[in-house]
Nanobody, 126 residues
Framework: QLQLVESGGGTVQPGGSLRLSCTAS????????IGWFRQAPGKEREGVLC????????HYADDVKGRFTTSRGNSKDTVYLEMNNLRPEDTAVYSC???????????????????WGQGTQVTVSS
């Protein structure tokens, strides 16, 4: 059973950066599409972006374009979310999700994914 674990959250000042990790120990995430979602207090969960098994990124939240990127680690079991120029409105619980999918398949819909991590808190505040 694939189990995802996020790490790297924390508190950062506006304009700062954080790198989140999504790890599935013992699994090869290269065959999975990895979605990143966030849920701010009092708001619905939203899709941020999706990283395909072809290593392409689809952005679903317009306000992260040019600021958030994804990449794979040297080990096949980790995907990173690099967040730069963070804003207070980026404050949320960030979760990664996975689905074994075809080369360019991805989705911004939570219901499309099969496996979820527990989430990690990101707080942007001065």
């Amino acid at each position: 059973q694939l189990q995802l674990v996020e790490s790297g959250g924390g508190t950062v000042q506006p304009g700062g950066s954080l790198r989140l990790s999504c790890t599935a120990s013992g699994f090869n995430l290269e065959i999975y599409a990895i979605g990143w979602f966030r849920q701010a207090p009092g708001k619905e969960r939203e899709g941020v972006l999706c990283f395909t098994s072809a290593n392409t990124t689809l952005h679903y939240a317009d306000d992260v374009k040019g600021r958030f990127t994804t990449s794979r680690g040297n080990s096949k079991d980790t995907v990173y979310l690099e967040m730069n120029n963070l804003r207070p409105e980026d404050t949320a619980v960030y979760s990664c999700a996975a689905k074994e999918a075809g080369w360019f398949s991805c989705s911004g819909a939570a219901s499309w994914f099969e496996y979820w991590g527990q989430g990690t808190q990101v707080t942007v505040s001065s």
